[in-house]
């Protein structure tokens, strides 16, 4: 009775390809299990056997291959980015099975591929499970070609709401200057801030013709309203920002300890905390997205980012044509403005 089947015979069965296989020594005349598979076609990712049976978790390979033969082939500027669902390193999964037979195939395509891992800045990991379960499965991979077009451009992560990927962000810092200011209408609303403009405006001491007047005092204006509305606005804004962070701090925590009891409670009452004030920041949402037919109270914050994305994107001036030249330098765009008007 043949108890194990020896890598001879295995040769014999699949003598055409590359395979690797797992099996179960028979045991007197029962039992005897084999469980084989091509490794040019499926990676091994975790695999159990007992006496009676065999389970493993197979990854198909075939899509690193076609990806390595379109970036080997491609003679443009390639950028890969999003979900890969595996990780370069073991230090990328907490509390996860690391699979190294994944990483090693993953390693290779990229490799193969001649492309590069950009570095993520200021997170360590990009996917958050559950029972503090932490990787980093969003990447951004380019080739040489696209790197130095792009060069100088890094790649931060985007702050998430509830447990799982996290937005990654990916360009360049670009200092345009100070924001122009804005008028908002919720200042209308408080009687406060109609004294404030009335007893600003009548303490400006200008001497000068009134268009110059009227020009310096507005200019004054503008400049206390800023210091006024960071001083008055709602803190909201300031309540969720420091929520997030001490959030943040105990998942750092997590990541690499198990919380205590009195850390988890303060964890939950944190995302409790930080819930209510994204409901009482969402009214605001209405008003940035100039839907004013829309009731307040209407939840439909993916809608009300949509239509400010959109209306951002419409008026951003992203450069100029400057003699039938593109130019998209801050520095150069803001000299030409000046020199024109």
Not at 223 to 228: A, E
Not at 250 to 256: A, D, E, G, R, V
Not at 287 to 315: A, P
Request: with cysteine; glycine share 4%; aromatic share 12%.
């Amino acid at each position: 009775m043949v108890q194990e089947v020896s890598q001879i015979v295995l040769n014999k069965i699949w003598k055409h390809y590359a395979f690797d296989s797992i099996q179960v020594e028979a045991s007197g005349r029962s039992g005897g299990l084999l469980s084989i598979w091509r490794t040019d076609v499926f990676s091994l990712i975790m695999s159990w056997k007992r006496r009676h049976w065999i389970a493993t978790v197979l990854r198909k390979k075939v899509v690193w291959s076609q990806l390595s033969n379109i970036a080997r082939k491609w003679p443009g500027p390639i950028c890969l980015l999003g979900d890969f669902n595996s990780v370069c390193f073991p230090k990328e999964r907490v509390r996860e099975t690391i699979d190294h037979n994944s990483i090693n195939t993953f390693n290779d395509f990229i490799i193969n591929a001649s492309l590069v891992d950009q570095p993520l800045f200021n997170d360590e990991f990009t996917w958050e499970g559950p029972n503090g379960k932490f990787s980093r499965i969003d990447r951004v991979l380019v080739n040489a070609i696209w790197a130095n077009f792009w060069h100088g451009a890094i790649l931060q992560s985007g702050p998430s709401d509830r447990p799982d990927h996290k937005p990654i962000i990916w360009g360049n810092k670009c200092d345009w200057g100070p924001k122009p200011f804005r008028f908002n209408n919720l200042w209308l609303a408080k009687h406060a801030f109609l004294a404030f403009c009335e007893d600003k405006w009548e303490g400006y001491d200008v001497v000068g013709w009134a268009a110059f007047t009227l020009s310096k005092k507005l200019r004054l204006l503008k400049n206390d309203i800023r210091v006024w509305n960071f001083s008055h606005k709602d803190q909201d804004e300031l309540q969720l920002k420091l929520c997030d962070n001490e959030i943040k701090s105990l998942k750092t925590c997590f990541q690499s300890r198990d919380l205590s009891d009195v850390e988890l409670a303060s964890l939950a009452e944190l995302k409790s905390i930080k819930k209510r004030l994204s409901i009482r920041i969402e009214s605001k949402r209405r008003l940035h997205s100039r839907f004013l037919w829309l009731k307040l109270g209407d939840k439909n914050s993916r809608f009300f980012h949509m239509v400010s994305r959109i209306r951002l994107q419409s008026s951003y001036i992203s450069g100029l044509n400057i003699n039938d030249s593109w130019v998209d330098d801050p520095g150069e765009v803001k000299e030409h403005a000046i020199c024109f008007f």
